[in-house]
């Protein structure tokens, strides 16, 4: 038994230490991504999305992992036999732009919000070309999906995207997995603001079938109010340290 654990944790170690690409069916023609990306000097896991439309592929976010990022795109076109037409960053940290100049070369577009680009350019990561000024509505090969702007949270900038006929709603790092213990990356957060734009959200987008937080598990659709007691938790901790 012994010997048992002691494989079974030197291959978890060797497998960690690889670039590691997941790809996760959601639910009709969606599927979550994941790779790895170092935080506090252990790797940490992202979500993306990518949906399958009549005319081609709409990405939401890069791979964190930027050498992740071809292999995606390959998977996809030998999975789906389509091309990616596009890509949104939630907001303007790497874990959702790092490979947003490989998808350029490769002739997708690239998009983000006027604010996201503002906030990347000054942090100085990389930028999406194509820039929305407001909430915006797309309608792509038969898939319509929205971006919405809840206020800030995680960043300035973070914004969530809601498809109304799956009722899926990407959340990003707005949104906090039921499997997070804490706050996470908080460099640029606006905690006290957070709750309302959560709040915003819950009230914008009913019964959501699926919630897709940018890290960790994707299991529960109330990750929305689970969200909410974490950051009324990390208030509390925060008061108490003034
Ligand atoms: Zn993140």
Not at 217 to 241: C, F, M, P, S, V
């Amino acid at each position: 038994m012994k010997w048992l654990l002691f494989i079974v944790f030197s291959m978890g170690v060797c497998y960690s230490q690889q670039a590691r690409l997941e790809i996760y069916p959601l639910t009709m023609g969606f599927y979550v991504f994941t790779t790895y990306g170092e935080f506090k000097d252990q790797l940490f896991p992202a979500n993306g999305m990518y949906v399958v439309t009549n005319n081609g592929v709409v990405m939401i976010d890069t791979p964190w992992d930027t050498s992740q990022t071809r292999p995606l795109l390959d998977s996809i076109e030998k999975k789906h036999q389509l091309p990616v037409l596009m890509c949104i960053s939630t907001h303007f940290h790497d874990d959702r732009t790092a490979g947003v100049n490989i998808l350029r070369q490769k002739g997708i577009k690239t998009f983000c919000s006027m604010l996201t680009f503002e906030n990347g350019k000054k942090a100085g990561e990389k930028l999406p070309e194509f820039l929305f000024y407001s909430d915006t509505t797309f309608q792509i090969g038969g898939i319509k999906f929205q971006t919405f702007y809840p206020g800030k949270g995680h960043t300035s900038d973070n914004i969530v995207v809601w498809f109304p006929d799956a009722r899926v709603l990407y959340g990003g790092c707005f949104i906090k997995s039921r499997d997070a213990k804490g706050m996470g990356n908080l460099a640029d957060a606006d905690i006290n603001e957070w709750p309302h734009s959560i709040k915003k959200t819950i009230r914008k987008f009913k019964s959501p079938q699926y919630v897709i937080p940018g890290h960790e598990g994707w299991y529960d659709k109330k990750a929305l109010q689970h969200t909410l007691r974490l950051i009324k938790a990390e208030i509390k901790i925060l008061k108490k340290k003034d």
